[in-house]
């Protein structure tokens, strides 16, 4: 489903309306690569969530110590827009449903 918004193209991804630009970034292959990364990397250790702040790499819990949760989502450390590289594995971590919204709602 395609729609004009402010003059921006959008388009309906998963029940979510994200922009033409978003959209292709998580492309068939990336997802893809994600259902591979997932099934290698099945648990969030939610006590070792690492983040990317001010150019600096950290590591933050969202949880008691020995938290842990199945992944559902490849997060990217240093985000893409930040200059991360969106294919490198040592960019990747797979994570929860709940520690993937902390980092990006506390991060962005």
């Known amino acids: 489903m395609r729609r004009n918004a402010t003059f921006q193209r959008t388009v309906k991804k998963g029940g979510t309306f994200r ?33 990317w702040v001010d150019g600096t790499p950290l590591v933050v819990s969202f949880g008691p110590p020995g938290a842990v949760a199945p992944s559902f989502q490849t997060d990217h450390i240093q985000p893409i827009n930040a200059g991360g590289d969106k294919w490198d594995r040592a960019n990747h971590q797979a994570l929860c449903h709940s520690c993937h919204s902390k980092k990006t709602a506390r991060f962005g």
Not at 28 to 36: E, L, V
Not at 41 to 48: K, V, Y
């Open 19 to 51: 922009s033409l630009r978003q959209a292709n970034a998580y492309d068939p292959a990336w997802q893809r690569y994600s259902r591979s990364y997932l099934r290698a990397h099945p648990i969030c250790f939610c006590d070792a969530v690492k983040v």
